[in-house]
């Protein structure tokens, strides 16, 4: 499935631990990498055009490094708006995924996403992969996960959104494990509580049983509560190694838009996030 990768630095120990992830991609087929940077034109303003002379040695030496894995590498630094350009760098490169960091320069916890990070994810008709850090007061920051892909959570609330995100976990041979996850937001007495739980056990046991057939054990869990809530509270119980969801547009311009779940979870998971994108048509 992710046999090109767009992969966003800002050169910081964050950026620079993006290599490890890399690495594990290409146990699921990674041929090609994309290594792209924006020089900011807001904050650099007529420091732009050295900055990106200067940008484009870093990138040599993280080209090398990549391509000692095998891999076929281009580099590429571009004046511009971050977000935008990301976004449309993945477009006209054809990228199967944009891999990029949860933390950068300014920004205070790994739980927090950058506002470049979160409008790439907004803007992006194309899979994004958010990465979580740990150690990141230090110099070494290094990827939470090492292995993503062992062990995965996937909220389930039967639109056709999170049914094609099944489909595509069927692509990904390296998942060991799945985990569905389903919230019951509201119900007014016990009667439409249980209704609600009996009828989530029906449809749940019939995609378990459906990934079964296609090679994936899995198991499912319910539970009362707000969907983001009950998400990251199963995904820390179940010890996921990923959380994969759909980003819902709502409204008229879809593009810009993100549902609110979706929001909270790629906003407050301490895992990594894979989000795929909802596209019109």
């Known amino acids: 499935m992710f046999k090109k990768v767009l992969l966003c630095t800002d050169f910081s120990s964050h950026a620079e631990a993006l290599l490890a992830t890399i690495e594990e991609m290409v146990e699921l087929g990674l041929k090609e990498v994309v290594i792209f940077n924006v020089v900011d034109i807001d904050s650099a303003g007529t420091n732009a055009p050295t900055f990106q002379k200067q940008k484009k040695e870093a990138l040599k030496a993280e080209e090398r490094k990549l391509t000692k894995m095998g891999l076929k590498v281009k580099i590429d630094i571009k004046i511009g708006i971050p977000a935008k350009d990301i976004v449309e760098k993945a477009k006209e490169e054809k990228a199967d995924l944009i891999l990029l960091g949860s933390h950068g320069k300014g920004f205070i916890k790994r739980i927090l996403l950058g506002s ?155 895992i990594p996030v894979l989000i795929f994108p909802v596209v019109p048509g």
Do not use: C, W
């Open 116 to 270: 470049t990070t979160f409008d790439v994810v907004r803007l992006s008709e194309t899979p994004v992969m958010v990465e979580k850090y740990k150690n990141i007061e230090e110099k070494g920051a290094e990827p939470l996960i090492k292995e993503k892909f062992k062990k995965v959570l996937v909220p389930m609330d039967f639109s056709s959104y999170s049914k094609d995100v099944i489909e595509k976990i069927k692509q990904i041979e390296k998942i060991k494990e799945v985990v569905l996850v389903s919230a019951i937001e509201y119900s007014q007495n016990e009667d439409e509580l249980e209704e609600s739980r009996d009828r989530l056990e029906k449809h749940l046991g019939k995609i378990r049983l459906d990934l079964f057939n296609a090679g994936f054990p899995s198991n499912y869990v319910i539970k009362e509560g707000s969907a983001s809530k009950v998400i990251l509270e199963v995904a820390e119980q179940q010890k996921v190694d990923l959380v994969i969801l759909s980003k819902r547009g709502e409204g008229r311009i879809k593009e810009l838009l993100i549902g609110s779940t979706a929001t909270n979870i790629i906003t407050n998971s301490k």
